[in-house]
């Protein structure tokens, strides 16, 4: 990855540790698709290289840009990749540690080990929701790709490496495939809100497709589940007032991209459907605390995720407050 360093990049981010198998992942996706990265590549239709950003601003999206000689680049900022990181590994131990477990087990009682190992969790998640406002180094003494201070860590750390290593490869598939369609002069020019989203929609199921394409059985996908709906879902957390996430700016609005992931998961074991359903639930519920009433009781996780999406639409339909712009 090309660095663009400025006076306030950050140094020394954990997530670096996994910047090769970041690239090899991408770099080796799509040998089924109708276009390889080589392919684009030596057409002059991609940058075979990615810009990534290491300011120690506010994480913000991927993009692409056409750079000199009209050849369209990849970049990516440094704090996104750190956020997206925490956010996973956090929202993997907070969900299976208090949430899966317990339900599995109600008589189980968590040891002093397994409560620190939540907390650490629950830290890491506040400081990724904390760098919309200002970023701020990677907390000394929470996990990392880098550190872990216990076996535990270790092992959920090791999860999360795998997951967000897809994570980022579906991202950078997503623009890749507004490079591979012919996207880009319409996204450069803001032109046409409606067509802007049709791309946005269109670049969402080829980066979907070059991703999940495979048939994979539901446990083959566990993983590439987990990656998917954390990048929805993180998304939430570029957004200094989430409820800006809620409208159609140029991307669709994000619980209806969300709930189009869950469509196309299509996970055929009602386990593992549940399972994901009620994580996008809890996470929403994090994300809109007020609006999404956590003590309401559900029938299943089904209705649970149907009630939240349905609860977003009508938010999206409130007035903002003045003074909130969008992140
Ligand atoms: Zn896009």
Redesign the pocket.
Same mark, same amino acid.
């Given at each position: 990855m090309a660095s663009n360093p400025s006076v306030d990049a950050i140094v020394d981010s954990p997530v670096l540790t996994l910047e090769g198998n970041i690239l090899w992942q991408f770099e080796n996706l799509s040998e089924f698709g109708a276009q390889t990265l080589k392919m684009q590549v030596a057409q002059g239709t991609l940058s075979g290289e990615i810009a990534l950003d290491m300011s120690a601003s506010p994480p913000k999206g991927p993009g692409v840009t056409r750079k000199t000689a009209g050849i369209p680049e990849i970049h990516i900022a440094l704090s996104h990749l750190e956020m997206i990181w925490a956010f996973v590994y956090g929202w993997m131990v907070v969900y299976e540690e208090s949430v899966q477990k317990p339900q599995l087990c109600p008589k189980r009682v968590m040891n002093a080990e397994t409560e620190k190992l939540v907390d650490q969790a629950h830290g890491l998640l506040e400081w990724s929701a904390s760098l919309r406002e200002a970023y701020t180094p990677w907390p000394a003494g929470l996990p990392s790709p880098r550190h872990y201070s216990t076996k535990q860590e270790e092992w959920y750390g090791l999860k999360a490496n795998l997951v967000f290593q897809k994570a980022i490869s579906y991202l950078l598939c $997503?623009?890749r495939a $507004?490079a591979a369609l012919g996207h880009l002069d319409v996204?450069q020019n803001a032109a046409g809100a409606g067509l802007r989203l049709d791309?946005?929609k269109e670049?969402d199921v080829a980066a979907y497709d070059d991703f999940l394409g495979q048939s994979l059985d539901d446990r083959e996908k566990l993983p590439e589940a987990w990656a998917v709906i954390s990048v929805m879902l993180s998304t939430f957390y570029l957004y200094r007032d989430p409820r800006n996430a809620l409208l159609p700016g140029? $991307?669709p609005a994000l619980h209806h991209r969300v709930a189009h992931m869950i469509g196309r998961l299509a996970l055929t074991d009602p386990r593992y459907n549940d399972y994901f359903s009620f994580l996008c639930r809890l996470v929403l519920q994090a994300v809109f605390p007020e609006d999404l009433e956590p003590k309401r009781q559900f029938y299943d996780s089904g209705d649970a995720l149907t009630d939240a999406f349905d609860r977003l639409d009508r938010l999206a339909l409130e007035p903002m407050p003045h003074g909130q712009s969008s992140g």
């Open positions: $997503h623009e $507004h996204i791309m946005e670049a140029g $991307h």
